[in-house]
């Protein structure tokens, strides 16, 4: 992975108290990576193992894909405010062994009943993304912290890439269904490592007065002086919750509304094309992130509302490309216009993310930011099968065109309205 998260002055691993050094939010990536790997390695082949716990044509496998981000999402708010009041330490091991346990429920259910419950807690049990950003807003802030959630979405991405593969080179020895049990390693191996790492801050002392802060109305954009408690890096404006949550569900409902239906399209438009080849057109954009979300984040580190605009355009132009690209350069050209909208997209909401941090409670702050971002690829997922359904596997990206466009709109607004506040001030 290329996605380098802290600044080079950390190289020796020195830290404040109750902080984290480089190589422990490094140690923090890696287990975040294992359970990523794990939980977005197994799902695309859900068509492979339902039909083996009774569901022979695999009509269930739209909705099981979900199920685990439906869950996930109606869990954050509830282990991010537990985990303001009794520790972000604890709460993420409860993440990673939840995965474990659901897991090994997974891997030895034997009817479809028992597999469903089993996702239902994955989701519900698990929920590391949140737990792992809610750890880390409690040692980091500013830069180093945006930097942080840069290298974990790194983490995500890198994933997404890898797992798919190797339960593919697995699966003629080992049954997919049967690979939830090998899986359930990961998190439990990433349980024991975090049991190694400090717990960051006084996480009774820090929570109270961040939770009496975020009890008070958002006070909005402000863009005076820079706090003293700010670093002379971090970005001077702070966007207010309810656009940053805007932003969050547009921008993942945008990217994702074209994956489910994406191998179907190239299909579709490259007849004969390689099942290698659409995997790889698949993984450009996350490729994409992965070699570029280091230097975006240096560039648009003090301007994330003018990054996330043009993410957005980026996006909308990627996704329109798609639904008229009909050769293979073709769609390598707008895998790459996606990718580079989904690298700005990213990064530039974790700095956002960043700024909202500060004086509020961070588990609290990042479970309900999992629990739009979930809303959001729900969403996404069910329009995409509503559009697909109706109109043809071009739909999707089409609509998922119309609402980057509506969201660079308005990301340029909020844009320009935050530098003429700053001019003023």
């Known amino acids: 992975m290329t996605v380098d998260a802290l600044p080079r002055q950390s190289e020796r691993d020195t830290a404040a108290p109750g902080g984290l050094g480089r190589r422990q939010v490094h140690a923090v990536a890696a287990c975040y990576f294992v359970a990523s790997f794990a939980a977005l390695g197994l799902p695309p082949y859900l068509t492979a193992i339902l039909p083996r716990l009774g569901d022979q044509d695999g009509r269930w496998a739209g909705v099981l894909y979900i199920v685990p981000t439906v869950f996930s999402a109606l869990g954050a708010p509830i282990w991010g405010r537990l985990a303001d009041r009794y520790g972000r330490k604890r709460l993420l091991l409860r993440a990673q062994l939840g995965l474990a346990v659901s897991f090994l429920l997974a891997g030895a259910a034997d009817s479809l009943p028992a597999f469903t419950l089993a996702l239902v807690l994955q989701g519900f049990l698990g929920g590391t993304f949140a737990a792992t950003n809610g750890y880390l807003a409690a040692a980091l802030d500013g830069a180093r912290l945006s930097r942080a959630l840069t290298l974990m979405q790194g983490s995500a991405r890198a994933a997404l890439v890898a797992a798919p593969i ?46 009496e802060a975020a009890s008070e109305p958002d006070p909005g954009p402000a863009l005076g002086p820079v706090p003293d408690s700010a670093s002379a890096d971090e970005p001077t404006s702070r966007t207010p919750l309810r656009v940053l949550y805007g932003l969050e569900f547009a921008f993942v409902f945008a990217t994702i509304i074209s994956f489910p239906y994406l191998i179907a399209l190239a299909e579709e438009r490259l007849p004969g094309v390689s099942g290698t080849t659409t995997g790889v057109l698949f993984a450009l954009p996350h490729l994409c992130y992965l070699a570029f979300a280091a230097r975006t984040h240096t560039a648009f580190l003090h301007r994330p509302h003018t990054g996330i605009a043009i993410g957005f355009g980026f996006v909308a132009l990627g996704l329109a ?74 739909s999707p990206v089409l609509v998922g065109t119309a609402a980057a466009l509506l969201a660079a709109v308005a990301a340029t607004a909020l844009s320009s309205h935050s530098r003429q506040r700053w001019s003023r001030t």
């Not at 293979?328 to 956002?352: D, E, K, N, W, Y």
């Not at 979930?374 to 969403?379: D, I, L, T, Y």
């Not at 069910?382 to 596997?393: D, E, I, K, S, T």
């Open 166 to 211: 190797l339960v593919g080179v697995l699966s003629p020895w080992i049954d997919p269904h049967r690979q939830y049990l090998l899986m359930a390693v990961l998190p439990l191996t990433a349980a024991v490592f975090l049991t190694l790492l400090p717990e960051p801050g006084r996480p009774g002392a820090k929570a109270t007065a961040v939770a």
């Open 321 to 394: 490309g798609h639904a008229v690209a009909d050769s293979l350069p073709a769609f390598v050209a707008v895998r790459l216009l996606l990718g580079a909208g989904l690298t700005l997209g990213l990064v530039c909401l974790s700095v956002l993310a960043a700024e909202a941090c500060r004086g509020r409670a961070p588990g609290r702050l990042f479970g309900s930011l999992e629990f739009v971002s979930k809303g959001g690829a729900v969403a996404a997922g069910a329009v995409a099968a509503l559009v697909n359904g109706r109109f043809g596997a071009t």
